[in-house]
Nanobody, 125 residues
Framework: QVQLVESGGGLVQAGASLRLSCAAS????????MGWFRQAPGKERERVAV????????YYADSVKGRFTISRDMAKNTVYLQMNSLKPEDTAVYFC??????????????????WGQGTQVTVSS
């Protein structure tokens, strides 16, 4: 059974930084595509950033380009989301996802893949 546990969320002021972590257990995720998504109250879930198996390819939502960086630490079986210059509109629950299948396009992660429980990020103005 694969489990993903997010951490690092919190309440910060606009302009601050946070780093989210997603630790996996039950299976090594070193070679699987992964990603970060978020959902704000009353809004649909949004893909924030995803990363390929090797980590060589990353894709970002336009709203976070230049501010957020996704990365993975193979040795720690962990994926990170570094969030800089946070804005109030970044407030949401952030979820980590991991592909069930090895060759999944990271841009196509969906409900059929593995998901964590989420971590709250709140940015005050």
């Amino acid at each position: 059974q694969v489990q993903l546990v997010e951490s690092g969320g919190g309440l910060v002021q606009a302009g601050a930084s946070l780093r989210l972590s997603c630790a996996a257990s039950g299976r090594t995720l070193n070679s699987y595509p992964m990603g970060w998504f978020r959902q704000a109250p009353g809004k649909e879930r949004e893909r924030v950033a995803v990363i390929s198996r090797s980590g060589g390819d990353t894709y970002y939502a336009d709203s976070v380009k230049g501010r957020f960086t996704i990365s993975r630490d193979m040795a720690k079986n962990t994926v990170y989301l570094q969030m800089n210059s946070l804005k109030p509109e970044d407030t949401a629950v952030y979820f980590c996802a991991a592909a069930r299948k090895l060759y999944t396009d990271p841009r196509l992660l969906d409900d059929n893949d593995y998901w964590g429980q989420g971590t709250q990020v709140t940015v005050s103005s």
